[in-house]
Nanobody, 124 residues
Framework: QVQLVESGGGLVQAGGSLRLSCATS????????MGWFRQAPGEARVFVAA????????YYAESVKGRFTISRDNTKNTVYLQMNSLKPEDTAVYYC?????????????????WGQGTQVTVSS
């Protein structure tokens, strides 16, 4: 098993930046594909970004391509989401997720472990 704890959320003005972190503990970090999802008020949770076990491949939702960057530090057992040029529509609770078996990186069902979420609010 793996435990996930997100941090770094907060309130930021449109055009600003935030970096989310997801610290993990438990089973070997490099065994897991890591992903970020988000859920806006009244909406379903959706895929944001994912990164493979080595960090060599990344995947993004179209809505965040060119603005967000996912990365991982396998020495610190941590995955990051750098968010630049933030827009009010990026406002959501952001969740970190881990998948041991991999598969469709864009699907929530691929991920068996989830963090508690961190709120990101972008004001206009």
């Amino acid at each position: 098993q793996v435990q996930l704890v997100e941090s770094g959320g907060g309130l930021v003005q449109a055009g600003g930046s935030l970096r989310l972190s997801c610290a993990t503990s438990g089973r070997t970090f490099t065994s897991y594909v890591m992903g970020w999802f988000r859920q806006a008020p009244g909406e379903a949770r959706v895929f944001v970004a994912a990164i493979n076990r080595s960090g060599g491949n990344t995947y993004y939702a179209e809505s965040v391509k060119g603005r967000f960057t996912i990365s991982r530090d396998n020495t610190k057992n941590t995955v990051y989401l750098q968010m630049n040029s933030l827009k009010p529509e990026d406002t959501a609770v952001y969740y970190c997720a881990a998948s041991y078996y991999g598969g469709n990186y864009y699907s929530q069902g691929t991920y068996g472990y989830w963090g508690q979420g961190t709120q990101v609010t972008v004001s206009s």
